[in-house]
């Protein structure tokens, strides 16, 4: 195996749990043993996290013919939201939104200098609730 960089992150969803879990129902349809069938499922989870965290893209001549396109068919539906996860995790690292600078003009407004749309202003406000 290659040596591999340093891993990235990314959202294992409920979604993709399921496909994988999926793959008991071809059991019985496949005809293959329930033991092949929970090897190709372990393979698949570890090409899945390969893929989230290295970019590494599954080798899918290794998987049984009769699972093959199943297999094929899961992981094309899982990468974009693996890849979607991926973006959204390395741009949550950039820190959001710049802060505005100030122009030197531009100096907030105190509380006394508050009015609103009906004439009020803060000292008359105030009077009012005293």
């Known amino acids: 195996m290659e040596k591999m960089t340093t891993p990235a992150s990314f ?3 409920d979604g993709m749990a399921l496909a994988v879990n999926e793959l008991d129902e071809l059991t019985e349809t496949l005809g293959l043993a329930p033991d092949e069938i929970e090897e190709a499922k372990k393979e698949f989870v570890w090409d899945i996290v390969q893929y989230g965290c290295w ?3 599954p080798d899918f001549s290794k998987y049984d013919i009769s699972l093959r396109t199943a ?3 899961a ?3 899982m990468r974009y939201s693996i890849d979607k996860s991926r973006k959204s995790i390395a741009s949550g690292k950039k820190g959001g939104r710049p802060k505005k600078k100030k122009e030197p ?3 907030p407004a105190s509380h006394e200098d ?3 749309d009906r004439g009020w202003d803060s000292v008359s ?3 009012e609730l005293a």
């Open 11 to 13: 959202n294992f969803y």
């Open 55 to 57: 970019l590494v893209e």
């Open 71 to 73: 297999i094929r068919m």
């Open 75 to 77: 992981f094309g539906v």
């Open 105 to 107: 003009d531009q100096v």
């Open 114 to 116: 508050y009015s609103d």
């Open 125 to 127: 406000i105030a009077r």
